[in-house]
């Protein structure tokens, strides 16, 4: 088997986050879907600005002050409640639809599966349990709080390798968020990109090995 470990980034690849837009609009009407790119931009930008400063605040504080954030900018006003409600949506979001399938054709060959993400632990265990993927993947669910600093950060990816005991050549890493593709590459896996969005390889001097549209297509490759 030329990949002993399959590894897979969690939101946005194997977890719907844009399936809360429901539930903000119904807090902020008309406004979910915008707030709902703008939440998970800011998201994202505030994990990389974070590593940058040397500092580290979970995912669970970051998702809530990145939402705030985003309430700010588009003059939504919220309440303490309102909040809880949209961080308990979050560890429900959605699996996305060709996630459970390919999930389970992978789990029948023997290989190692795992979850490498930058979500707090708790979240990531609520979001694996709510979608029945507790016991494909519990065991390995890997989150970036381990070391304190976030992916595409080398130490975050090391992870995987030590936890699985493998080395990065035989770990298949597989994303849809382009950034992690190309921090996954940079580390030394082979990368599957999955992408979701019909977007452009991300410009950053590594290029995944395989892109794909769905991850349907992840077990014939593997
Ligand atoms: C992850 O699950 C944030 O999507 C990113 O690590």
Same mark, same amino acid.
């Given at each position: 088997? @030329? ?5 897979? &980034?969690? /939101? ?43 500092? /580290? ?7 809530? &002050?990145?939402?705030? !954030? +985003? ?22 979001? +959605? ?6 399938? +390919? ?11 795992? =979850? ?27 989150? *970036?709080?381990? *070391?304190? =600093? /976030?992916?595409?950060?080398?130490? +975050? /990816? ?11 050549? @035989?770990?298949? !890493? ?12 940079? !580390?030394? !896996? ?15 001097? *590594? ?16």
């Amino acid at each position: 088997m @030329r990949l002993s470990a399959l590894v897979f &980034d969690a /939101y946005g690849t194997l977890f719907d986050v844009h399936s809360v837009a429901r539930k903000l609009d119904e807090l902020f009407p008309g406004k979910g879907t915008q707030l709902s790119q703008l939440w998970r931009g800011k998201q994202l930008e505030y994990t990389w600005l974070l590593s940058l400063m040397g500092r /580290y605040i979970d995912f669970d504080q970051v998702t809530s &002050d990145s939402l705030r !954030f +985003a309430c700010h900018t588009l003059d939504c006003a919220y309440s303490e409640e309102a909040l809880e409600a949209l961080r308990a949506a979050y560890r429900q979001l +959605a699996m996305f639809p060709d996630a459970a399938g +390919a999930l389970s054709l992978l789990g029948q060959g023997g290989r190692q599966l795992a =979850i490498l993400s930058n979500g707090a632990p708790r979240m990531l265990e609520a979001v694996v349990e709510h979608n029945g993927l507790g016991g494909l993947l519990a065991r390995n669910l890997l989150s *970036v709080d381990a *070391v304190k =600093i /976030y992916k595409p950060s080398p130490p +975050a /990816y090391r992870l995987a390798v030590e936890h699985l005991g493998v080395s990065a050549d @035989r770990i298949g !890493f597989v994303s849809s968020n382009g950034w992690d593709a190309a921090g996954a590459k940079s !580390f030394g !896996f082979e990368v599957f990109w999955i992408n979701r969005g019909r977007m452009p390889v991300e410009e950053l001097g *590594v290029r995944p090995d395989h892109v794909l549209n769905t991850l349907m297509e992840l077990p014939a490759l593997v």
